[in-house]
């Protein structure tokens, strides 16, 4: 799926800072420096997930839309959000709800983004 194909779905599902986030995330880590970590971690999926945190969305509408956009499967994207959990770039704050689960608001820890892609 193509970078304009992508943008464009997620209208609708994300907010428009959010949308501006991912284009710049993508154009950041579109770097060669990353070359390698792109099949690994650092694809369309995390970046998503990191434009995301930094505004503070909910882990449910970031895989409602790509399901739905056929961007990847919801396991994809826990896989990749476990990942980022994991360095400590992303944080999980649990939002309660008045009926159903808890729902998951990511949060980004941009020290340490920067720390370790250096990216701003």
Not at 11 to 32: H, R
Not at 79 to 88: E, G, I, Q, T
Not at 102 to 117: C, G
């Amino acid at each position: 799926m193509k970078l304009n194909d992508i943008v464009a779905s997620m209208s609708g599902y994300l907010t428009e800072q959010t949308i501006v986030d991912f284009i710049m995330f993508s154009k950041a880590f579109d770097d060669t420096r990353y070359s390698v970590l792109k099949t690994k971690a650092i694809d369309k999926v995390s970046i998503a997930l990191l434009a995301a945190a930094k505004n503070g969305e909910l882990f449910y509408d970031v895989v409602q839309w790509g399901e739905e956009s056929s961007v990847a499967s919801k396991a994809t994207f826990s896989r990749r959000k476990d990942f980022l959990v994991n360095l400590s770039v992303i944080q999980e704050e649990s939002v309660k709800t008045p009926f159903g689960r808890p729902k998951i608001r990511l949060k980004l820890n941009e020290p340490k983004l920067k720390e370790y892609f250096g990216v701003p």
